[in-house]
């Protein structure tokens, strides 16, 4: 049966643009090539334990709240919703200098700060008063209503002109990176190293290379509708999403790896499946990312030649270790949901093994693990280079999870002790299970100007996190929104 468009992978971004793009009518179908939906944001089992592969932290998920967050504002619309556990503070940060704890009110972050110091928290809060003033002129328009073409225009005049008035004093914001703002508000180098570890774990890039609309949606949402955790995990995201899907007729095929995408005088015409089933379809999106979409699933002769080798020579950012843990609970009842160690205040937050982000979500949904126990996933950048699975591979695991494992001890100090359950996952884990290129996090594009989700092919388009406007569950969920706002018309719009 001929579709009216085929999606190339059920992550975030696949998935809302699929949703979206069945809501809207279309004949949609999601060719995922694992088991599991979800990409990078699924969720996997292991004897009792329920385990996020990736994004653990999320702000405005809650259904009750007014939240700009572009992943509520497509399950609000697909008429879905999630149960969330709300907590503050968002994290324990720990410095070589101290710990302190990240709130999820402004000001009180900045109590926090001044513990550290205290000349740095009023720069800080001059940074913080910056970026919120963005938030402001943004928060008027509702990224459900975004597009990316000049349409855009019939969306936004006759409802928004008051937003758009405010906006305007801000736009040179707009395109500006963090590093730019915080530059100009703050000399303290402990807190513009804390910037630049906060636009990290956003972006997965420092404050020069983050744009400065996503940390101020950040700052601005987290204080004003908190954060929370979904009950049952990331997977309980992706399990929304395609409940959405499906509620209006939209299909998802799992074990359907598709090996090549169809192209016919410069048209797309289909996908063809490892096993050796065609699909044809005038529309084809592609969640994969621009490594994999134009090294591997094109032909070269389907491009530009210039266009391909420019988009292929995108730079990446490293890849990952994981660590995955169960443990025994008993004596941990004070334990924190997040933390961030940083080991060594020489090394830059981007050194490999350096920054450790952890995640502790049975502190919240103690349903995620077997009674009496808790679970963990830890995680720091790892270089894909240097690894290959031969008689080395699983003592360089060991070797490379040390780092994680010296950051657990700070917090849990008897871990080894306690560890039932130990999964270690390297760069060629990540791009294994995530079909992603050299297990990357994404593009390292800079100041965010990510690749647009158009192709010189017509009919061919794409989303997720080497897309518009990149790295981090909003902005990919945002990609989707802008994709399939691409083939819907301002009129279909007016019914959301």
Not at 234 to 247: C, E, F, M, P, T
Request: aromatic share 8%; proline share 7%.
């Amino acid at each position: 049966m001929t579709q009216d468009i085929i999606i190339i992978g059920s992550g975030i971004g696949g998935l809302t643009a699929g949703s979206l793009l069945a809501y809207y009518g279309y004949n949609t179908l999601i060719c995922e090539s694992h088991s599991i939906p979800g990409g990078a944001a699924h969720s996997f089992t292991r004897k009792g334990f329920r385990f996020d592969s990736g994004p653990s932290f999320y702000a405005g998920i809650n259904p009750a709240t007014d939240s700009l967050n572009p992943l509520q504002q497509v399950l609000t619309v697909l008429g879905e919703s999630l149960e969330t556990i709300p907590y503050d503070p968002v994290g324990e940060f720990h410095f070589p200098e101290g710990t302190f704890y990240a709130y999820q009110d402004n000001e009180q972050y900045g109590d926090e700060i001044a513990k550290m110091t205290p000349a740095g928290a009023r720069e800080y809060r001059a940074f913080v008063k910056e970026m919120l003033s963005l938030y402001d002129g943004l928060k008027g328009i509702p990224p459900i209503e975004l597009r990316s073409d000049w349409k855009i225009l019939q969306v936004l005049i006759p409802k928004y002109v008051p937003a758009l008035l405010q906006l305007l004093p801000k736009l040179p914001l707009i395109n500006a990176s963090v590093g730019q703002i915080r530059d100009k508000t703050v000399q303290d180098p402990w807190v513009k190293r804390l910037i630049d570890l906060e636009c990290f774990l956003l972006s997965g890039l420092k404050a020069e290379g983050t744009i400065a609309p996503e940390v101020a949606f950040m700052l601005g949402e987290r204080s004003r509708v908190g954060v929370e955790y979904p009950i049952g995990g990331s997977g309980a995201i992706v399990d929304a999403l395609v409940r959405g899907l499906k509620r209006w007729g939209g299909e998802l095929k799992l074990n359907a790896h598709v090996e090549q995408i169809l192209v016919d005088g410069g048209k797309v015409t289909g996908v063809r499946l490892k096993n050796g089933e065609t699909l044809t379809a005038p529309i084809v999106i592609s969640n994969a990312s621009v490594w994999d979409t134009y090294g591997k699933l094109l032909q070269p002769q389907d491009l530009p030649s210039s266009y391909r080798q420019k988009n292929l020579a995108t730079p990446t950012i490293d890849s990952f270790m994981h660590l995955h843990l169960g443990l025994r609970a008993e004596g941990l009842e004070n334990l924190k949901g997040h933390h961030v160690v940083v080991h060594d205040r020489n090394q830059d937050l981007t050194t490999p093994g350096n920054t450790c982000m952890i995640s502790i979500p049975t502190v919240w949904d103690a349903n995620l693990a077997p009674n009496g126990y808790h679970l963990i996933h830890a995680y720091t950048l790892e270089p894909y280079q240097g690894w290959q699975r031969d008689h080395h591979y699983q003592q360089q695991k060991q070797q490379r999870a040390k780092p994680l494992y010296d950051a657990l001890e700070k917090i849990i100090p008897d871990l080894r002790d306690r560890a039932t359950l130990e999964l270690i996952g390297s760069p060629l884990t990540h791009a294994h299970y995530l079909r992603r290129y050299q297990g990357t996090y994404g593009p390292a594009a800079d100041q965010g100007l990510f690749p647009s989700h158009k192709t010189p092919i017509a009919g061919l388009y794409r989303v997720g996190d080497s897309t518009l406007p990149g790295i981090g569950v909003p902005a990919v969920a945002a990609s989707g929104i802008l994709c399939a706002h691409q083939l819907v018309s301002p009129k279909t719009l007016k019914n959301l």
